[in-house]
């Protein structure tokens, strides 16, 4: 039976993770976005606007609910669908952009990314829906939001690795960082659970898709099936 809203909030620092997911967000991607944003096309702003603005609402949501403003927690909520429609729609806009690109590194790495791009629009997609029905159930809403927020981690980390850890040189092993990097976020989240709580379906099944998007991305990229799905999509 579903656990009542007005319950205490489960994690009493959730703004702090959240800001935290927020600021490497904004790390990762202000050299090839928010430092280029004049240069940029409309769909990667919508994209990346619209990323930005879910993570604040995240951490506002977040912080509305330490300071027991349920009204307005629920109000946000019901609006957040703005923000979901445009980060959805953008973001396929991109990976047609990204699969129809000429550079070196788009053909190379295009159909790999992808993969990897829309699956994880999918997951954030039934991650949302699941926590806007399970709204009234305090420990699934909780963790099936927060994971939305771990979705970020992997592009942004990515980006990260080659500034922060040395020998990662090629896109690969900074691709490889960044889901290791996720994944053990993950993980802690799942420790965190089993030491406080108990074990809710949310954030072992994030890692499962996790473990199997970093297994299955480079293969699948290479697949002449999804090679000829890329240029039917490319070709739209």
Known sequence: MSRPFSRPALYPHA???????????????FPSFFARLGATDAGTVLHGVSAFAWLCLLALQGWLIRRGERRWHR??????????LPLVGAGLVMVRAMVAGKTPFQQAFGPMLAWHD????LYFLVAY?????????LHLHARLMATTAVLVLPPALSRLAPMLLPGIDTFMEAYHAGMFAAEAVTLALIVHDLRRWRLWPPYPVLLGYFVLLHLS??????QPAWLAFCRWLAAL
């Open 118 to 121: 829309l699956t994880t629009l």
């Open 217 to 222: 991305t480079p293969w699948i990229g290479a």
């Open 75 to 84: 109000a946000l909520g019901r609006a957040s669908w703005l923000i979901v």
């Open 15 to 29: 703004v702090w993770y959240f800001l935290a997911a927020l600021a490497l967000a904004v790390a990762g991607f």
């Open 129 to 137: 829906g699941l926590a806007i029905h399970w709204r009234r159930h």
